[in-house]
């Protein structure tokens, strides 16, 4: 079956402009996570989605970034006003449950941002 | 504050040889630790996880120990192959207290084998 999908997969955008990146869970996957991993450093929490209750906001680094997903299923994160040092691999992950049970995080290929 | 802190932050071993990575941890309350792999340019996959209750487990040719007294974990890799070269990340899980983010990562081992 298909696994967690997130495109676009590479995105080169100017200092300024706005992104949106996209992650498509596995089907029926109640949780879904976005971090953020920057050469050599490990994984960076962002933001948490979990089935209806409000998401776990906690990890975004500041007000230019969001997140949303409106139904339940596919997530957009947003970077409004790109700054160079926001380039990294944003990588989103899914799993049933609350993830913190014993369910494994099933990640996606990530999308590589680079801003000029 | 919890932190996963992992060891060593690489090492290159010959095909055909064992290694050991480690991983200490002082995240409460723990719930269960999870080892990943992370191919080059891939997400990372789940190759074990560890509750409480658990001291040892195999997948394949990876071993992974847990200490919960000592809050200590090892992936023992035997008999390594060109393709174990990855990045291999602990991953800790907090009992969810309500919180959304009960994990805590640690920053991985890059693991390289040589032919």
């Known amino acids: 079956g298909a696994g967690v999908s997130q495109s676009p997969s590479n995105k080169v955008t100017e200092k300024g402009k706005d992104v949106e990146l996209r992650c498509d869970p596995i089907s029926g996957h109640t949780a879904l996570y976005w971090y953020r991993q920057s050469l050599g450093q490990g994984l960076e929490f962002l933001i948490y989605?979990?089935?209806?209750?409000?998401p776990d906001k906690s990890g975004l680094p500041n007000d230019r970034f969001s997140a949303e997903r409106p139904e339940g299923s596919i997530s957009t994160l947003t970077i409004q006003r790109t700054e160079q040092r926001d380039s990294a691999m944003y990588r989103c992950a899914s799993s049933w449950g609350a993830g913190t049970e014993n369910s494994p995080l099933h990640f996606g290929n990530g999308t590589r941002l680079t801003v000029t | 504050k919890n932190q996963v802190e992992q060891s060593p932050q690489s090492l290159i071993i010959l095909e055909g040889k064992n290694c050991t990575l480690q991983?200490?941890?002082?995240?409460?309350?723990?719930?269960?630790l999870r080892w990943y792999k992370q191919d080059t340019g891939r997400g990372p996959v789940s190759l074990t996880i560890?509750?409480?209750?658990?001291n040892t487990k195999s997948n394949g040719r990876y071993t992974a120990t847990l200490d919960a007294d000592t809050k200590q974990s090892s992936l023992h890799i035997t008999a390594s192959q060109l393709s174990d070269s990855a990045s291999y990340i602990c991953v800790v899980s907090a009992r969810s207290g309500g919180g959304a983010d009960g994990l805590t990562f640690g920053k991985g081992t890059h693991l390289i084998i040589q032919p």
């Open positions: 989605f979990q089935g209806n209750s409000a």
């Open positions: 991983c200490n941890y002082t995240v409460s309350p723990f719930s269960n």
């Open positions: 560890m509750t409480f209750s658990e």
